[in-house]
């Protein structure tokens, strides 16, 4: 919306890549699927893969991101590769399917850091994909710390049964400490992508804490390595997600045992795209706002 992906974004184009739908049509060859099915679609062509790749298609070299580098969801008809199609149940509710996309970073992310039951992992930043993220945790059995200063996501988080506070009313690695009997986080992920995440995530990370950089960091930031050094501290990335991710999410959504529903905001028909976007933009409060592109 503010031109940060111009770089691989032409005019005009089709954006979107969190969805669900049903099949309309299938083309020649294609036996998996067939008219009338529930699907999502795990946006990643990546027919370009290469040896030097190592068999990791999700983050292949020349990876083709479709809504970013193809045309995107936002439409009422969308053509697809069939290989990017996961399968729902037929009682699948499509509004909780189009949360199986962002939810599939969460779950990604969460096995990425190898966060098990009883461990504490501290998640910075509050808005969708860090709720997701936190309530992935949870479900594995960690304790889980939000830490947001929005004081309309703070009350979400707790909504979702989630413990969240602000590191402008309290000193976060003191709560932390407090948390753990002074072990700290065995897992941070930093979600907000900002510098003051960036300098808290080291402070808050325990002996052989483990840090998954979730945000986009499009320039480089500085980071204190010495605490790295000092307690050997692990930095993970992780980008996108793959089919077992996808899956997983899919088990979460139909088991419908965690409250997706809190996360959807509002819907809204297609034809006012203009007018949510505008609201997204000028309301940081909203979590998941769905596009019905049924016209």
Not at 15 to 37: F, N, P, R
Not at 77 to 96: A, G, R
Not at 133 to 149: D, L, P, Q, T
Not at 274 to 290: A, H, R, S, W, Y
Request: glycine fraction near 8%; aromatic fraction near 6%; hydrophobic fraction near 45%.
């Amino acid at each position: 919306y503010h031109g940060m992906m111009d770089k691989r974004v032409s005019m005009p184009e089709t954006i979107g890549h969190e969805m669900s739908g049903i099949i309309d049509a299938v083309g020649e060859g294609v036996s998996d699927y067939a008219i009338g099915d529930k699907v999502v679609v795990r946006p990643l062509d990546d027919r370009l893969v290469k040896p030097s790749d190592k068999g990791f298609n999700h983050i292949c070299e020349e990876l083709k991101f479709i809504g970013i580098d193809s045309p995107g969801a936002m439409q009422e008809y969308w053509n697809v590769p069939s290989f990017t199609l996961h399968k729902l149940k037929s009682d699948t509710d499509l509004k909780l399917a189009a949360l199986i996309e962002p939810l599939s970073v969460a779950t990604h992310d969460v096995r990425m850091s190898g966060l098990v039951a009883g461990e504490t992992a501290v998640v910075l930043g509050g808005g969708p994909i860090g709720l997701l993220v936190a309530m992935v945790a949870k479900e594995v059995g960690a304790n889980v710390i939000v830490s947001e200063v929005n004081e309309t996501r703070i009350a979400k988080a707790k909504e979702l049964g989630l413990n969240a506070v602000s590191p402008a009313k309290v000193n976060l690695v003191d709560y932390v400490r407090e948390q753990t009997e002074g072990r700290l986080a065995d897992v941070v992920f930093e979600v907000a992508g900002v510098q003051p995440t960036l300098d808290v995530m080291t402070e808050v990370a325990g002996i052989r804490g483990r840090i998954v950089m979730v945000a986009i960091h499009g320039e480089k930031k500085p980071v204190d390595l010495f605490k790295f050094f000092w307690k050997e501290l692990k930095l993970i990335g992780a980008r996108v997600y793959e089919e077992q991710d996808y899956e997983k999410s899919i088990d979460l959504i139909t088991a419908n045992e965690l409250p997706f529903e809190e996360m959807i905001t509002d819907v809204q028909p297609l034809t006012n795209i203009q007018t949510v976007f505008e609201n997204i933009d000028q309301n940081p409060d909203g979590m998941k706002v769905l596009m019905d592109c049924s016209l």
